[in-house]
């Protein structure tokens, strides 16, 4: 196990900061001088997702290669369902706020301190971070979610296990809807495709932003405190995005407000999550991540998602095959190849 503990380090620092999903781990450690490193790659052009593998063919090879790659669409027969009280999560609150970092490519929260500890494999995982996508890198049955944050923990023996939890946008609009009843929506979507075997096209984004028109929810001021646990999380969301406007330079860092992880950590407990065998969805794409997709949401307000939207634009990986499959750049140089694109097909 050592041997392999060595070799991921030394495949990780290889790479440098190209990891932003695994940054801050034991696996690519945060500097010492507290500076904020610039990654390297991007989601456009010669630097973005179909380029990866050439950024660096020595470690990034997974990214056009592997056939257990991030994100996916989540269809039934591509995850196994794990119910939150297996997944004991441990996070304590910030009470004197967070350090918030922009790396270029995303926007993340220094973790300090909490735990993860899966039941099934008496595991324990310490929590490293999490960041922000928009919009969303996995897909729920097909469609994309305004944005996705990422809960990164890492065990003492090279392993990674990523939280992916769903953001949707509160418009404020009237409605008798609950949550748990769009909750009910969404299943009986999934009820409808009980043999999907995932997205293999490289798009499938359905638009995730606001008409103008719409304003933000505004909370009577005279109500009594939500002690919804989504709410409360959604609302620890509000005073983390508010500090967003401050880091929209990369390589910036700011101090966030006093924020609670309770209602988060209560939410996690009581959801249910979609779980699989995947990889990282940034650069060097390594495989053998232990992903759990939260199926409830979060909400943001309008404000929020639009102030995150001009800091980070698009940051999302394009939807991978279901795990196993071929990977879509293997299979789109294969075809270039057929149609005599040899030069393509070389990649």
């Not at 660096?56 to 290669?65: D, K, L, P, V």
């Not at 991030?70 to 591509?78: E, F, K």
């Not at 199926?295 to 940051?315: Q, Y």
């Amino acid at each position: 196990m050592a041997m392999l503990r060595a070799a991921l380090v030394a495949a990780f620092a290889a790479t440098e900061v190209a990891a932003s999903c695994a940054y801050g781990t034991h696996l690519m450690p945060r500097a010492e001088d507290g500076e904020v490193p610039i990654n390297t790659f991007g989601y456009s052009g010669s630097i973005g997702p179909a380029s990866w593998h050439l950024l660096n063919t020595t470690t990034n090879g997974a990214c056009a290669t592997g056939t257990n790659q991030s994100p996916i669409d989540m269809r039934a027969g591509t995850f196994t369902e794990v119910a939150g009280s297996q997944l004991a999560v441990n996070i304590p609150d910030f009470t004197a706020g967070a350090t918030f970092e922009n790396l270029g490519t995303t926007v993340e929260i220094v973790g300090e301190g909490g735990t993860m500890t899966l039941a099934s494999k008496n595991q324990t995982f310490e929590f490293q971070q999490f960041h922000f996508h928009l919009p969303s890198e996995h897909l729920d049955n097909g469609t994309s979610m305004a944005m996705e944050m990422h809960m990164v923990f890492a065990s003492e023996d090279a392993q990674i296990a990523v939280m992916g939890v769903y953001l949707d946008i509160d418009t404020g609009a009237a409605s008798t809807t609950t949550r748990s009843e769009k909750k009910s929506k969404r299943e009986a979507g999934k009820n409808t495709n009980k043999k999907g075997t995932g997205n293999k096209c490289t798009g499938g984004h359905t638009s995730s932003s606001p008409p103008p028109s719409q304003t933000p929810h505004v909370t009577d001021a005279d109500a009594e405190p939500s002690t919804n646990p989504a709410e409360v999380a959604s609302e620890m969301l509000e005073t983390v995005l508010g500090a967003v406007s401050e880091i929209s330079t990369p390589g910036t860092a700011t101090k966030t407000p006093p924020f609670a992880m309770s209602g988060l950590v209560a939410m996690l407990s009581q959801t249910t999550f979609q779980s699989y065998s995947g990889s990282l969805t940034t650069p060097p794409c390594s495989e053998g991540v232990n992903w759990f997709v939260a199926t409830e949401p979060l909400s943001i307000s309008v404000n929020s998602f639009k102030a995150t939207r001009d800091v980070l634009g698009h940051n999302a990986r394009f939807v991978q095959n279901a795990p196993g499959q071929e990977n879509i750049l293997s299979l789109s140089a294969a075809g270039m190849g057929s149609l005599g694109g040899g030069a393509a097909a070389k990649h």
